[in-house]
């Protein structure tokens, strides 16, 4: 996004990370015109109240000052998609502060390593991997028996935001087809486009790829769309009660008795969170074979104990919650407060808006 002007702006930016001059000095570009304080927050201590006093904008990931800290804040920015780890603080349950987040953002690198993960598995790559270190040249029978390309794969998409909207548009590069589900119905073509943030040229905002659209928050809806025959079903939902433990040994079942692919049973990804899935049910339907496999960005819980059976499930392939990380994640996620500052300005509706009534 272009700078913009932003007089009388004091924008406040909290991470607990150190960033480096060169990413400082791209934040200042973002705001020119505005004062910019970036404060690296520590584990455990407090953010100095008086560095919120000032602020008219906060950008951070967990940090969230006291109510009576917070009197000049206008907006309030999250580096994260999802607001789970901030639901109970006050400012999300008592104050009407607007807050967004950066959800849209993760797109591109999380279809990236739903896609890699896809393969690495389909195309095993760890058995070339580990023959590669111990210098050996495998037999090609090796590698014949479930070896498989994506070509003409069902691919169903739990929760069709911004990621699940990049997802299938790398899918349908590799030549698969796409099935997405959303809570509320989207009948028409206005209903179906993406309102929040997109990375340009990324995604699909008319939301035009998917050869059939699903809906409902009920199990017997889910249940519904799980029975498509789907080679692939990708997790991309917010974690809510009403989502926690959604999917179990019924539903991967269903997953399963449904898909008639030669190759291989149904894979699920999960990158959403991983209390959405039924951890033991998983691993259950991985060593029985329900499953072909497994890609797990998330786990329940987080970090996952060494001891875990989740580990040594067949076919699972575990990242510890790094598939959006890039250089590219702080810019674009400040792209988005330049973006709504304007819209603040002009009494826009804010894009990526947090819906206090809904929960994410």
């Not at 008639?260 to 991983?274: D, E, F, L, Q, W």
């Not at 998983?282 to 074979?289: C, P, Q």
Request: charged share 20%; net charge negative.
């Amino acid at each position: 996004m272009g700078d913009a002007p932003l007089p009388s702006e004091h924008v406040l930016i909290v991470f607990y990370q150190h960033m480096p001059e060169p990413l400082q000095e791209e934040f200042r570009r973002k705001f020119a015109g505005a004062e910019v304080t970036i404060y690296q927050s520590q584990p455990g201590v407090p953010v100095p109240p008086e560095l919120f006093h000032s602020a008219t904008i906060l950008v951070t990931f967990t940090d969230l000052p006291d109510l009576k800290d917070a009197t000049n804040l206008k907006l309030i920015h999250t580096f994260s998609a999802g607001l789970d780890h901030l639901m109970q603080h006050p400012i999300l349950r008592e104050s009407n502060i607007p807050i967004t987040t950066s959800s849209g953002i993760h797109g591109p690198p999380i279809a990236e390593w739903t896609v890699m993960n896809w393969l690495v598995s389909s195309r095993k790559y760890v058995q070339t991997y580990e023959a590669q270190k111990g210098h050996r040249w495998d037999s090609k029978t090796q590698y014949m028996r479930g070896m498989h390309d994506q070509v003409g794969k069902k691919v169903g998409i739990l929760g069709y935001g911004s990621i699940g909207r990049q997802i299938a548009r790398v899918s349908t590069a590799l030549g698969m087809t796409v099935h997405a589900h959303t809570a509320s119905p989207r009948p028409t073509e206005e209903s179906r486009r993406d309102t929040h943030y997109i990375v340009p040229g990324t995604g699909d905002p008319a939301g035009s790829i998917p050869v059939s659209w699903h809906h409902g928050t009920d199990r017997e809806s889910i249940r519904s769309f799980l029975a498509l025959g789907l080679d692939h079903l990708v997790v991309s939902l917010p974690l809510t009660p009403e989502t926690t433990h959604l999917l179990g040994t019924e539903e991967f079942a269903i997953l399963s008795d449904n898909s008639h692919h030669h190759s291989a049973k149904p894979y699920v990804t999960n990158i959403s969170r991983g209390k959405v899935i039924d951890q033991k049910a998983l691993i259950d339907a991985l060593k029985s074979g329900v499953l072909s496999g497994a890609a797990l960005d998330v786990t329940d819980p987080e970090p996952l104990p060494e001891d875990d059976p989740l580990w040594d499930a067949p076919n699972v392939q575990i990242s510890p919650h790094i598939s959006s990380l890039g250089s590219e994640y702080l810019p674009r996620s400040l792209d988005i407060v330049v973006l709504n500052l304007g819209r603040l300005k002009r009494g826009e509706a804010l894009v990526n808006a947090y819906n206090r009534r809904r929960g994410y």
